[in-house]
């Protein structure tokens, strides 16, 4: 899709979202209006791009995991020099790549399998859960500049039940904390939590716990995402 006249496609991608700098913008839109084949790469990209109609995707539970490792490394290398207005930005780069993943290794999503149940529950018995001799506490880690963030997550694999309770997170008008479990054969199941007043209490019913590999939560558009775009917030790391 590269025209014979060396315009990349990556710049065409660029020019779509508005990333270029004015100079650079006025000549690929020259070129775009003399040149067919950048035509077509332009177009194909601003309807991917720019539409306002979700279209389903799902990609590999492997390909989900290698996106967020090499998103979160970069992340790593750039966290105390870019704002807050840069950092979705970059997940917006994640979004791109994640959009074009999907499009490749599209298949039906599948609700049910990739979500987890926020169940309701009681002061009393949430003590009694946490107290159970089969019932593990881990602490969270904050992540990038959430020094704020602390908490712990009891997770129990006899019930498979866990308990996530989170403070000092902040409130946002158009995104949303959503909750990542990983498991160790490369399963993912996802939920938005709710915060109220920076705090999140919040018991979970998942699918057999004993085989837990990480949980991590990341800020995601108002509505949640099918994969993660955003910046992680905090990680818990399983071990038994």
Known sequence: MVCKRSISEQKIIDYVLGDLPPNEELEVRAHIEECKNCQQVFNHWQNLLLTEKEQPYNPSPKLKEQIWESFEA?????????????????????????????????????TEQNSFQIARYHEGNIQDFREKPDTQQLSIIPVSNEEEVMGNVWINQMTDQMFLEVHGLQSFNNYDYQLWVLYNNDDIQHEIIPIEEGSTRVLIQGKDFSHLKRIKASIEPKGGSHVQTGPDTFIVEVKY
């Open 74 to 110: 970069k992340q790593k290398r750039k966290e105390k020099s870019i704002s807050g207005k840069r950092v979705f930005s970059i997940a917006s780069l994640a979004v791109i790549v994640c959009l074009f993943i999907g499009l490749v290794y599209y298949n039906q999503d599948n």
